[in-house]
């Protein structure tokens, strides 16, 4: 099994930086896909970046304005890490953070379905 545990959340003033970490335990991630998903209150969980392994292909998603150019997942496969940059946050980018390792080959990133393990998450709060 895959435990991961996100931190890094907090409260941050609109155009503030965070940068989110997720750390696994149990196994290493080096062939694993990683996800970053975000749930508002009251809302679906939805997908926001993954990012197949260091140095490999990266993915965002668009929840009306696009996180890429704001956002960026990066992983350090050796210190079992994954990490997700955020920049210039918006105070819709409020939710609570999860990340997910995805340990099937040949399925698509968007989706949480597809994401075998699951951190607790961790509460992003961005003030007006």
């Known amino acids: 099994q895959v435990q991961l545990v996100e931190s890094g959340g907090g409260l941050v003033q609109a155009g503030g930086s965070l940068r989110l970490s997720c750390a696994a335990s149990?196994?290493?991630?080096?062939?694993?896909?990683m996800g970053w998903f975000r749930q508002a209150a009251g809302k679906e969980r939805e997908f926001v970046a993954a990012a197949r392994w260091s140095g490999g292909s990266t993915y965002y998603g668009d929840y009306g304005e696009p996180v890429q150019g704001r956002f960026t997942i990066s992983r350090d496969d050796a210190k079992n890490m994954v990490y997700l940059q955020m920049n210039s946050l918006k105070p819709e980018d409020t939710a609570i953070y999860y990340c997910a390792a995805q340990t099937r080959r040949g399925v698509g990133v968007t989706t949480g379905l597809n994401y075998d393990y699951w951190g607790q998450g961790t509460q992003v709060t961005v003030s007006s």
């Open positions: 149990g196994r290493t991630l080096s062939r694993y896909t």
